[in-house]
């Protein structure tokens, strides 16, 4: 059985994501079939619209598959999962420019590469089963697949919490941070698929959205806002500690068991993306940045004792905020010929073709 399938049914084409063991985790060859089949579609008249969903009860896409990562890391040269990155982030781009409605059913679990094939679109439905996360720096990672782009979109500074707790939001925070469009209840998903199939997407929509059930970010606003908004993330502890309250300290708490590095790496890479412009800029940029964290301890060892291992005791290095230099996070983003580890990416860019 393939680990992606293909079918096309009256107007639309369905994708669906066929690793339900892996929770759908994507690998570099249904990347490229995906990017295959939407090339096909692109040009064939009957496609008017394009369905992704996932196999299984669990979720649409829990990211990529990180056990790969790690040992071609802790193994290898790095080069396969470069090679998987590239190809990942060629086609989130295409998502996003994809001329034809793509709409992604982001029902349960859709973390990390699954926000970037789904979140991208042009029509993205939640449900009140839907988890939706960018978790990377829990394992030494930094948000990736445009996740830099999408978040610091967000309204005020809820972008940046996701970013750096790596929080887990439900379908109205999801509507809120502007990562879904609308909720559709996971009773009617059945239904609505099989409407995608004869109606026009407005219409389809029409007979299925409902409201979501409330969320929590919005009561939050003002404390986010105003402790997520400091330059570092350090300030950003300190607030949150001195606000008082049991949310804010509790989220504090959460921030110090993240790895330093990839703290200070994503707030720098979310404030640049702000500047960056368009999502293929902010891309080039998450892949300067992965690869960086490729060559660096804290992404082996966080996949290490969070999936591997599942000891829960990541030792990162350095192992405080206060041990990460601004130089130390500036080398992430130098460029090809400027100082520090990064590796040159530029052939890999030119054959992104932005």
Known sequence: MSDVLFRTGGRAAHIVLNRPRALNSLTRGMVLAIEEALTEWESDPAVEVVVLTGAGERGLCAGGDIRAIHEDARDGDGSATAAFWRDEYRLNARIARYPKPYVAVMDGIVMGGGVGVSA?????IVTERSRVAMPETGIGFVPDVGGTHLLALAPGELGTHLALTGAAVGAADALLCGLADHHVPSASLTSFVEDLDRLPVREAL??????????????????????FAADTVEEIVH???????????????????KSPTALKVTLAALRRARRLGPLERVLEQEYRVSLACLRGPDLIEGIRAQVIDKD??????????EEVTDAD????????????????????LEEIAW
């Open 239 to 257: 607030r949150l500690r001195a606000h008082g309250g049991t949310a804010a300290e509790e989220t504090a708490a959460i921030l110090l068991t």
């Open 206 to 227: 029409g007979r299925h959205v409902q409201d979501p059930p409330p969320g929590g970010l919005a009561a939050r606003r003002d404390w986010i806002d105003a402790c």
């Open 312 to 321: 829960r005791t990541p030792h990162w290095s350095p192992a405080t905020l």
């Open 329 to 348: 996070v500036e080398r992430f983003f130098a460029p090809a010929d400027g100082p520090g580890p990064v590796p040159n990416p530029s052939g890999a």
């Open 120 to 124: 991208h679109g042009g029509v993205r």
